[in-house]
């Protein structure tokens, strides 16, 4: 993993970089408030927890999905069947099984620009031996099937296009979203047939992926959910890097309205995601559990299957995929008319006060530390006998990005004051 910094953003308010050496970069992020918008609200409302853990299980029980070079499973031709029929269901016209690795797409139609639109996903399949995928990515998959229950019928309008996609063979590299990329980037913007007002490929003016969104318990991780638990959203600093910062900090923004208890963190390390099948063609983010999907021990395991996880862990991922139809509501202006929206259903934790905490992400080349404090905290790196390397006062939510070549692998101590209270924790450093 690179170590990549952020740039200068005069979109992100308070944004400075400070920085010491090159090296240590706090972040602010944008204090933009929703509201009033009551069809964000209210399309946002026709997500359910219910419903997201009843696809999760449903994807669970059919097995890990996985598809060996370009040969689908049994698991994953079923599956495939099951999500297409799924979106059928829910009046999507233009559902599309595509190419040799069989990813899944269908459009919510914009009403002024059906010519361009805002790409959202996850991968359908998976690998662990008798498992389910269940987070990987059965939790990303499931978060696109309720994006598109959530903006299908006529009630509701988008001003620009939506395309729901469920990439396929992601396991063997990215198959799936690599052969959607190549094939169709050329077909953007066209109108086929002529004059028809359709386009097959509306224009692509962002990507937003989601791999792994369940399962936050620290690192290393512990047996129950870490206070703080946070889902990354992680943008793309190597192109596009405005327009993925811009998507990022909606996510970010939309997620401070929703959600309290499980902060968003705006991050750079874009891993190795389908993300990377799109981040040269157009603005790309990609969303991932909080400590990083190495730190989620079923990862690719028998055990990544649905009984695995808890009430808290749904609750994770229900929020992001509040927070993910909420932007896309926000991104493309959409309105709902002539249509009764059920009562939100938050769970009971997402309006938990948020307490300090600390949390890290440690890569290759780089660590991350996750502060959140209600007032003003100060956060301090230290080496193991004490001697203070950097210290950096912030306040709320905050990540700081370290590259760890300068200060070498190793053991360090971190200190957070904030709110009255002191943290410390130990974390290792990779190089
Ligand atoms: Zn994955």
Redesign the pocket.
């Known amino acids: 993993m690179p170590n990549l910094k952020i740039g200068n953003q005069a979109s992100v308010a308070a944004a400075v970089a400070l920085t010491i050496g090159g090296l240590w970069t706090p972040r602010a992020f944008s204090q933009t408030k929703l509201t009033g918008n009551k069809a964000v609200v209210a399309i946002t409302a026709r997500t359910t927890l219910g419903n997201f853990k009843a696809t999760l299980k449903t994807l669970s029980d059919m097995g890990n999905r996985q598809v060996i070079d370009t040969v689908p499973s049994e698991s994953n031709k079923i599956a495939v069947a099951w999500l297409v029929k799924e979106l059928d269901t829910l009046g999507y016209r233009d559902v599309t099984i595509f190419g040799t690795y069989r990813s899944i797409y269908c459009t919510k139609v914009g009403t002024i620009s059906p010519d361009s639109m805002y790409m959202i996903c996850g ?1 359908l399949d ?1 690998v662990g031996g008798f498992g389910g ?1 269940l987070d ?2 059965g939790s ?1 998959t499931a978060l696109v099937l309720e994006c598109a229950r959530a903006f299908a019928g006529p009630a509701i309008t988008t001003r620009c296009s939506i395309r729901f996609i469920m990439s396929n063979a ?2 063997g590299g990215y198959c799936g979203a690599n052969e959607y990329s190549s094939k169709r980037r050329a077909l953007q913007g066209k109108e086929d047939p002529p004059g028809s007002k359709q386009y097959p490929e509306p224009v692509w003016l962002g990507f937003i992926n989601q ?2 969104i369940l399962y936050d318990h620290g690192s290393p991780p512990g047996p129950v959910q870490i206070p703080g638990a946070s889902t990354r959203i992680d943008y793309c600093t190597f192109s596009y890097t405005e327009g993925s910062l811009s998507i990022a900090n909606q996510l970010i923004a939309i997620d401070k309205v929703i959600s309290a208890t499980y902060p968003a963190e705006l991050a750079t390390s874009l891993g190795a ?2 993300a990377i099948a799109f981040m040269n063609y157009c603005p790309t983010v990609s969303v991932e559990e909080g400590s990083g ?1 190495l730190n989620n021990p079923y ?1 690719h395991d028998d055990a990544d299957v649905y009984a695995t996880y808890s009430e808290a862990d749904f609750a994770l991922g229900f929020c992001a995929t509040q927070r993910e139809v909420a932007t896309l509501a926000s991104l493309t202006q959409a309105t709902i008319t002539g249509d009764t929206p059920a009562k939100s259903e938050f769970p009971a934790a997402h309006t938990a006060p948020s307490s300090p905490s600390l949390s890290f992400l440690a890569r290759q080349h780089e660590l991350t530390i996750a502060a959140n404090s209600r007032g003003t905290h100060t956060v301090t790196l230290s080496s193991v006998d004490g001697t203070t390397i950097i210290s950096r006062t912030g306040q709320g939510r905050m990540s700081y990005s370290l590259g760890t070549e300068s200060i070498g692998a190793g053991l360090y101590v971190v200190t957070m004051n904030a709110d009255g209270n002191t943290m410390q924790k130990t974390v290792l450093a990779a190089r």
Do not use: L, Q, V
């Open positions: 991968h998976g995928a990987d990515d990303g992601h396991e791999d792994m995601f389908d999907y990862h």
